[in-house]
């Protein structure tokens, strides 16, 4: 069973940075594409970025373009999620995901396993 575990939220101020890891206990060559979601209360849960296998453009949702950046670490079974110039609407519960697959996806329904999430709350 493949399980994922997210780290590195925390409680930031407007324009700071902060990077999420997600730590996925079987990186396998078959589960090579990762994705973030982002939720809100009250509001669904929503496509932030995702990554594949090499020779696969990352994708990212229009509103992080330009300052998320997703990352992997092989050797460490890690992925990254780099946030950068953090605005407050970027206050949420992060979720790293990842599917059985080697193509980025940007849809919910498309991801086999999930974190738990880790908060991130962006003050001004």
């Known amino acids: 069973q493949v399980q994922l575990v997210e780290s590195g939220g925390g409680l930031v101020q407007a324009g700071d940075s902060l990077r999420l890891s997600c730590a996925i206990s079987?990186?396998?060559?078959?589960?090579?594409?990762t994705g973030w979601f982002r939720q809100v209360p009250g509001k669904d849960r929503e496509f932030v970025g995702a990554?594949?296998?090499?020779?696969?453009?990352?994708l990212y949702a229009d509103s992080v373009k330009g300052r998320f950046t997703i990352s992997r670490d092989s050797a460490k079974n890690t992925v990254y999620l780099q946030m950068n110039s953090l605005k407050i609407q970027d206050t949420a519960t992060y979720y790293c995901?990842?599917?059985?697959?080697?193509?980025?996806?940007?849809?919910?329904?498309?991801?086999?396993?999930w974190g738990q999430g880790t908060q991130v709350i962006v003050s001004s």
């Open positions: 990554t594949g296998r090499p020779g696969f453009a990352t």
């Open positions: 995901a990842a599917r059985d697959g080697v193509a980025p996806a940007s849809r919910i329904y498309e991801y086999d396993y």
């Open positions: 079987d990186l396998t060559s078959e589960i090579y594409a």
